[in-house]
């Protein structure tokens, strides 16, 4: 085995570098460091023994931001730092601690195989074999000087996986070795390590390379080179926790505080967390949404607005609410942009405060914000008023569509329209903290709330003088993902989810492009990177080929997996190293990559990146900007790669606007991210961003009027716009920055799509049999015209039944509501159409589509219809996340790629046949991959389906992998035929040496519930009765192998009956009840108020079809392996029943078993108490408590009813949820298998 090091930088998380830090933070870190080195070579004189060294570390940790964690030794382990603050938390990060002077025990980058490191692995071993330890972090073995630290995945692959080291363990700790002393241990670890042909791969840091940076000066470049040790030092770093700038990660606060300035709140319905309108008593005048609906209320502006009732609601109140609503996202759009943009500014011209335009005196009122959306970022310098351009002359035009006005405003307001003299309250636990209990200005307080935060788009290694939390372009994908409400069953998909998404699929298609364009079966990635260069495929032509890959996100919710695909073909042309300038030269020097899901950029010596501005003023006009020549190629090249992926290669579609305008905004970002000022300009301007809005539509895609093969040929032909007309129009449109251009293209194209759509529909059979049948009439009608015999009076009247019923058919169709979104994918996207203007198809399809049941009021019936007429998949009661399987395979060409993230349960419900076969025969599925509980408040265990459409000459191989968001490639999986898909176990267990995981593919209810069983009831476990050393007086072991305190009866009054596990049935007692004498002498003895009074006694291992359950208020005791629950006041007898008749109904069962149970393939399960606390429970009524009680009770009393009554109590608690006869099915196919 061998050790590779890397430095420092390298191994810390790059998207974490970028974040910057306080400076508070980060002086107490330099003064820590500082003492800590005083001390250790003040104990290196006195030469201390190796406890006093760790001793020092401890503190220090401590100091630095570990005082949350607790940190002591651990058994042997020198020093561990636990994942948090109690020492039963698991250990994160072990440290093996030499003393400076101990040169022999201590390893080297040169030799390394010494003892310091034999102790840390064996010490590891203990922790993952005999504490099943899975949190370890990091592994560290230091002299306090010397640091070298090891990710604890690296000791899992070169420690863990290999069998023989963990088997030599296994053996010594049993005895099974001549020697069960750890040299023993130490030599064979010894022996492991020089017979592995591997490499181990870790950090080496000297800290006394660091003294020297203690006493630079501020903000000086010797000083930041202490950011990296800084951040080393951090539960961030050795501890994997999440930070500011980690896509995965909600800032509460920050949202929070936004839905309260807008007018909103978050509230629970069924265990879902949806956005609604503030409710009335917590309503005030000054937030957005109220403002807005006063002003649409008072000034009838309703009146105005097109199709309110289709497109905002069916009453007033709903529809003020939802224009309000939409208009709101549209102005906090724009104003969020421009914080980002104001940022970035401030960045780019070194934190120069004349770039800080957000603010209450430059803009004073709703007026002044509008002028800016309109009069400045819309417009050229150029053409800007004076007036305007003397007060914002330093902001760029843009160019962008965020900032025309919308099809809303300009039927209702504009923001100019709110009342600027509005207050508000601040919010109670907002981040202002001396404005908290203060009224103030709506817009005042809004600017003041966003310049509490860092808005930085693209962060650097910087000390910020005032700590701000950071929100990032991903934080605000999720926060207004969050505010659309989780409508129509999406949720927002973490980041490291869709960050493996898009790297597993784009490296698949772009090897197939290769493969294709080579003429060969199969290529590797490093296969691609080693033939380029050649005659046949230079840099530009493989440029070519990454380019031409075109990506769909059906329902593309906030734009999140079109970020993390822009941001993967932007590393993977930089891992080919075709990544080139606007000349077409490599990049040599610029690595791209991405980590947690964002870009990092890093050139030279693994430098991050960052565009500098250096500049002066005349006056209050900026006079002159310098740019480095080498970061102007550098942010031009990543901005024009950024822009063209952007236009060509990604679209998106979904049925809600306000999504669409979210995922337009996320785009727009990732441009403003890299835009430069341009040369021509003289460094004044900003390059201007495109019109990307038309690549991203809105529009329900499950929904069509035409098939993806429609004959569009007589179209081509007979229309005044060519195919290439259309295409060409769409590109013009993407480029023009003339508004008035971008209207008339506008315009055209939406002529072409109507001559399309009237070609189409003119074709449709029901269109041709309805002119055959007018022509009929005609003749009919003018039969002496034409020299044909006249028909009767009663003929023509038939003929006239015959046109209206056709006319009436296409009526009919027309008028389906759901045709008001339909969207035409045969023509809405030129980039998929070839010459002869047939749909191609996209290269790969990738989303997370929303999990719409067929019981849905969303789902009427008429769409219900539609849905299981046009797909050929639905079976029994459909659900929409099917429906988008089928319509992806649809949309991506022969050999195309799609990856999406659906729920599990399909794979063994007998109502999803037609689309397993559908996916694993028909077509061709690659991957499952079993992800654990990602989303969160959803109802449904969810996995990843990697697929491709109709290769059905190539081997039916299903790779099954279990993921969670290390995802580091060492996760358990195995292949299987897709042919057992039809025969696929509801749950299965995959393995790999002696560890296994367990998948379950089961559908999920979600109960209704507006309460908890824990609200009723005190859980408690009975008491334990042996235990040597416990009891008064101490127990001996005789008193243990004894038992002496048992007996087969009450021999005194303290002998009180005993209950076991084994002597409680559902609703009954059974076998020998043996007594057990009560007092101190026992181990664990508890209160006598638990065994005594009206109580529910259950078993906690689950077997059979149902809960051990039994009803009790006599005194007796019971052991551990039973649960008491005690009501926590006074309950009626009848009511205790009723809720003891839920929980032995099969339901209770299988809701614990597919919620949180602690499954063990060699034990029985055993249930959890808080998944049963947590557990549902329903609206009642007077009645069903009666009845359900009345049954329990008959139950308990005649044992040879009992089948009968407990089927009746099911019946009951069926309906008492609101189960339907699907959701029953489920429930009892799963609790008997």
């Known amino acids: 085995m061998q050790l590779e090091t890397k430095s420092l930088r390298k191994s810390i998380n790059k998207a974490f570098l970028k974040e910057t830090v306080d400076r508070s933070s980060f002086n107490n870190f330099k003064a820590e460091l500082g ?3 005083k001390n250790i070579d003040s104990a290196k004189k006195k030469d201390e023994h190796e406890e006093h060294f760790k001793n020092l570390l401890v503190p ?41 002077s ?45 640091w070298f630290v090891f990710d604890a995945q690296e000791f899992e692959r070169c420690y863990y996986r290999p069998s023989a080291l963990k088997k030599v363990y296994k053996s010594w700790k049993t005895d099974q070795k001549v020697s069960s002393n750890k040299d023993f241990m130490y ?84 265990n879902t967390r949806y956005i609604e309108r503030a409710s009335e008593d917590k309503r005030h005048p000054g937030s957005f949404i ?69 603010k209450s005196k430059t803009i004073d009122g709703y007026d002044e914000l509008n002028k800016l959306f309109f009069q400045v970022l819309a417009r050229r310098e150029a053409d800007r008023t004076e007036d305007i351009n003397e007060k914002f002359g330093h902001i760029p035009y843009l160019n962008s569509s965020l900032f025309d006005p919308s099809s809303l405003e300009h039927q209702s307001v504009f923001i100019s329209n709110l009342d600027d003299k509005k207050t508000l309250p601040v919010y109670s636990k907002s981040v202002l903290k001396d404005r908290r209990g203060d009224e103030i200005n709506t817009l005042e307080y809004l600017f003041e709330f966003l310049d509490a935060y860092d808005f930085a788009a693209e962060g650097g290694e910087e000390i910020q003088e005032e700590h701000k939390s950071l929100i990032n372009a991903s934080v605000l994908g999720l926060i207004f993902e969050k505010i659309n409400g989780y409508k129509d069953g999406s949720y927002f998909t973490p980041g490291f989810i869709t960050e493996y998404m898009a790297r597993e699929t784009l490296r698949k298609a772009v090897t197939d492009k290769f493969a294709q364009h080579w003429d060969e079966e199969y290529l590797s990635f490093d296969d691609i990177y080693n033939r380029i260069g050649r005659a046949d495929t230079d840099i530009e032509k493989a440029n070519e080929i990454v380019n031409s890959i075109t990506i769909c996100d059906p329902a593309v919710g906030s734009g999140h997996f079109l970020v993390s695909c822009l941001n993967e073909l932007l590393a993977i042309k930089s891992d080919l190293g075709i990544l080139t300038d606007r000349d077409g030269k490599r990049l040599r020097d610029v690595k791209v990559e991405v980590e947690n899901d964002e870009l ?113 040929s007589s179209v081509f032909k007979d229309s005044d716009h060519s195919l290439q007309d259309y295409k060409e129009a769409v590109h013009s449109y993407k480029q023009t920055g003339d508004r008035s251009e971008k209207k008339r293209l506008q315009k055209l194209i939406n002529n072409i799509k109507d001559e399309y759509s009237t070609t189409l529909l003119n074709n449709d059979p029901i269109y041709e049999k309805l002119s055959k049948q007018r022509g009929r009439l005609d003749l009919m009608q003018n039969a002496d015209l034409f020299g044909e015999k006249k028909f009767s009076k009663k003929d023509i009247k038939k003929q006239e039944k015959k046109v209206k019923k056709v006319e009436k058919e296409i009526e009919e169709q027309e008028s389906g509501v759901f045709y008001n979104q339909a969207f035409e994918w045969r023509f809405e996207f030129p980039e998929v159409l070839n010459k002869e203007g047939q749909f191609t198809g996209f290269d790969v399809v990738i989303g997370n589509p929303p999990y719409v049941p067929s019981k849905s009021a969303s789902l009427t019936d008429p769409l219900k219809s539609y849905y299981n007429s046009e797909y050929s998949t639905t079976e029994y009661q459909l659900n929409t996340f099917g429906l988008f399987i089928e319509l992806g395979i649809r949309l991506i060409r022969k050999l195309g790629c799609y990856s999406m993230i659906v729920p599990n349960y399909w794979l063994s419900t007998r109502y999803d046949k037609k689309l397993r076969n559908h996916i694993f025969i028909e077509n061709t599925a690659d991957k499952l991959v079993n992800v654990h509980s990602v989303f969160e408040d959803a109802v449904v265990e969810t996995l990843l389906l990697f697929g491709k459409k109709n290769t059905r000459n190539l081997p039916k191989r299903i790779e099954l992998l279990s993921l969670d968001e290390k995802y580091n490639g060492n996760s358990i999986k195995e292949e299987v035929d897709s042919g057992s898909i039809f025969d696929f176990q509801e749950i299965r267990i995959i393995e790999k040496e002696d560890e ?147 929980v032995v109904s099969q339901l209770t069962k299988y809701y614990l078993i597919s919620t949180n149970i602690n499954l063990d393939r060699k ?48 019946r009951m608690v069926y309906k008492v949820y609101g189960l339907d006869e699907e959701d029953v099915e489920i429930v009892e196919e799963s609790v008997s298998s």
């Not at 022996?191 to 006493?215: A, C, M, N, V, W």
């Not at 009645?1183 to 089927?1207: F, M, W």
Request: aromatic share 10%; proline share 3%; charged share 30%.
């Open 102 to 146: 101990n040169k022999n025990e201590m390893i080297t980058e040169e030799d390394f195989n010494r003892k310091a490191m034999h102790e840390a692995v064996l010490y590891y071993l203990e922790q993952r074999i005999e504490e099943d330890n899975e949190d370890l972090k990091h592994i560290v073995i230091t002299d306090t000087l010397n």
């Open 187 to 270: 030599d064979k670890i010894g022996d492991f390590i020089d017979s592995q042909d591997t490499t181990l791969r870790g950090l080496h840091l000297d800290l006394q390379s660091y003294e020297k940076y203690l006493k630079a000066k501020e903000d000086s470049e010797p000083e930041k080179k202490l950011i990296p040790l800084f951040k080393f030092f951090s539960p961030t770093q050795l501890l994997k926790e999440p930070f500011a700038n980690d896509s995965n990660t909600l800032n509460r606060e920050f949202y929070r505080e936004l839905l309260y300035i807008l007018g909103l709140e978050e509230t629970t319905k069924s």
């Open 1163 to 1210: 034990a029985y399960p055993k249930i959890n108490t808080k998944t049963l606390k947590d557990f549902p429970i329903p609206p009642y009524t007077e009645n069903s408590v009666k009845n359900i009680s009345r049954a329990v009770e008959k139950a308990q009393n005649e044992d040879g009813q009992k089948i009968n009554y407990l089927a009746e109590i099911d």
């Open 60 to 100: 220090f940790l401590n100091e630095v931001g570990f005082d949350d964690y607790y940190i002591n030794t651990s058994v042997r382990i020198d020093l561990a730092i636990h994942t948090d603050g109690k020492v039963k938390d698991p250990v994160g990060v072990l440290l093996e601690v030499k003393r400076p």
């Open 600 to 712: 990092i950029v890093t050139y030279s010596d693994e430098e991050l990146f960052e565009y500098d501005v250096s500049h002066t003023w005349h006056g209050s006009h900026l006079a002159k900007r310098k740019i480095s020549a080498n970061r102007q190629r550098i942010q031009k090249a990543l901005f024009h790669e950024k822009r063209h992926i952007i236009e060509n290669c990604l679209f998106g579609v979904d049925i809600n606007s306000n999504s669409v305008k979210i995922c337009r905004l996320r785009l727009w970002i990732e441009l403003l991210k890299n835009t430069y000022y341009t040369e021509k300009s003289d460094y004044h301007e900003l390059e201007v961003l495109p019109n990307i809005d038309i690549n991203i539509k809105t529009g329900n895609s499950l929904v069509s009027r035409f098939d993806l093969d429609s004959d569009l």
């Open 290 to 358: 109220e403002n807005t609906i006063r002003i649409l209320d008072a000034e009838d502006h309703l009146s105005t607005v097109r199709e309110p009732k289709v497109k905002y609601g069916s009453d007033r109140d709903e529809q003020l609410f939802n224009v309000a609503l939409e208009l709101s996202i549209i102005w906090m759009n724009r104003v969020l942009f421009l914080k980002l943009l104001e940022a970035q500014l401030f960045r780019y011209h070194r934190q120069d405060k004349k770039f800080k335009f957000l």
């Open 35 to 37: 003492q800590l080195l």
């Open 996 to 1142: 296994f995981e367990q998948l379950t593919f089961k559908k999920r209810l979600n109960l209704e519930s507006n309460n908890q069983l824990g609200n009723f009831f005190d859980f408690s476990f009975g008491l334990k009765p042996y235990q040597v050393g416990k009891g008064n007086p101490p127990q001996t072991q005789e008193d243990v192998n004894q038992k002496n305190y048992n007996s087969d009866s009450q021999k005194t009054e303290d002998h009180k009956q005993f209950l076991k596990a084994k002597n409680v049935d559902t609703l009954a007692v059974k076998g020998e009840i043996e007594f057990l004498k009560y007092g101190e002498h026992l181990a664990e003895p508890r209160s006598m108020d638990l065994f005594s009074g009206e109580r529910i006694v259950l078993g906690r291992i689950i077997s059979g079809e149902r809960i051990k359950a039994i009803y009790l208020d006599d005194e007796i005791l019971c052991n551990t392996d039973l649960i008491t629950l005690k009501p926590k006041r006074d309950l009626s007898a009848d009511f205790v029943r009723f809720l003891l008749g839920i």
